[in-house]
T-cell receptor, first 113, second 114 residues
């Protein structure tokens, strides 16, 4: 079956540091890939997505590139802010499974001033 | 913007009670989902629905049921609440068109069973 693996957190960075959160996946079809963010006390919000190989999703300074050859979708940001502190979830939607999402376990990011 | 509204942010109930969690979306989405979120376990799908009066079991349906009488509303029911159902519950909705449609989430209901 489909699965998503994320690096375990928490990830603790100083403000303006470079961020990478690793995400790899296994899927039977041709998935679309997503990053969701969950701020404290809130639900999940879509951060960015990519629907085919070599697509780059971007939003709010975050980027992730769909790498089919390495089955990866790593999240990056060049300079994090305290307000980026949240839990980040990588997810995939497989065209063999309708509109279902398979989530990774989530990575907590803590940014210190 | 899509709005998914969960009826309660915090809820405290007793063991054995029947508990209803309500979710309403305003974008005429066909698909609706219920997840629970627990530390270290991520999000796990409980039930989902692709249409009115239609429901499908997810990964962890035991102890839960659902109701979808209207397109915009999807209810999660704990038939006889137990302490191991203490968790954060998240509702989501999506358009069925293609696989690149994201799910839109509510703010969650933090449920405590005493």
């Amino acid at each position: 079956g489909d699965s998503v693996t994320q690096m375990e957190g928490p990830v603790t960075l100083s403000e303006e540091a470079f961020l990478t959160i690793n995400c790899t996946y296994t899927a039977t079809g041709y998935p679309s890939l997503f990053w969701y963010v969950q701020y404290p006390g809130e639900g999940l919000q879509l951060l960015l997505k990519a629907t085919k190989a070599d697509d780059k999703g971007s939003n709010k300074g975050f980027e992730a590139t769909y790498r089919k050859e390495t089955t990866s979708f790593h999240l990056e940001k060049g300079s994090v802010q305290v307000s980026d502190s949240a839990v980040y979830f990588c997810a995939l939607s497989d065209d063999n499974a309708g509109n279902m999402l398979t989530f990774g376990g989530g990575t907590r990011l803590m940014v210190k001033p | 913007d899509v709005k998914v509204t969960q009826s309660s942010r915090y809820l405290v109930k007793r063991t054995g009670e029947k508990v209803f969690l309500e979710c309403v979306q305003d974008m005429d989405h066909e698909n609706m989902f219920w997840y629970r979120q627990d530390p270290g376990l991520g999000l796990r799908l409980i039930y989902f629905s692709y249409d009115v009066k239609m429901k499908e079991k997810g990964d962890i349906p035991e102890g839960y049921s659902v109701s979808r009488e209207k397109k915009e509303r999807f209810s999660l029911i704990l038939e006889s609440a137990s302490t191991n159902q203490t968790s954060m519950y998240l509702c989501a909705s999506s358009s069925p068109t293609g696989t690149n449609q994201p799910q839109h989430f509510g703010d969650g209901t933090r449920l405590s069973i005493l």
